[in-house]
């Protein structure tokens, strides 16, 4: 069992950038898949993106070329960098390990 817990969210204006953690409850190391989903208001949660515990990754259409997964399996943490944000952006974001743990999201609002 693993416990996530986000942070880094808040109100931005668009065009701006937000870096977002996850932080795992122990060591993920031994994690393979690790992901970020995001739900706005009145909408089916979606997928943003994946890491592997080689690296290796994998992006939604909408955020390719803007948004940047990583991890640091040293610090158990897993990190979205988001830039040019844009207002379609706006959703509570959720951390995500296949079959183990959802973190209990953090809020993100792109707005003038």
């Known amino acids: 069992q693993v416990q996530l817990v986000e942070s880094g969210g808040g109100l931005v204006q668009p065009g701006g950038s937000l870096r977002l953690s996850c932080a795992a409850s122990?060591?993920?190391?031994?994690?393979?898949?690790m992901a970020w989903y995001r739900q706005a208001p009145g909408k089916q949660r979606e997928y943003v993106a994946m890491?592997?515990?080689?690296?290796?990754?994998n992006y939604a259409d909408s955020v390719k070329g803007r948004f940047t997964i990583s991890r640091d399996n040293a610090k158990n943490t897993m990190y979205l960098q988001m830039n040019s944000l844009k207002p379609e952006d706006t959703a509570v974001y959720y951390c995500?390990?296949?079959?183990?743990?959802w973190g209990q999201g953090t809020q993100v609002t792109v707005s003038s």
């Open positions: 122990r060591s993920i190391f031994g994690i393979n898949t």
């Open positions: 890491i592997s515990s080689s690296g290796a990754t």
């Open positions: 995500y390990v296949p079959s183990l743990a």
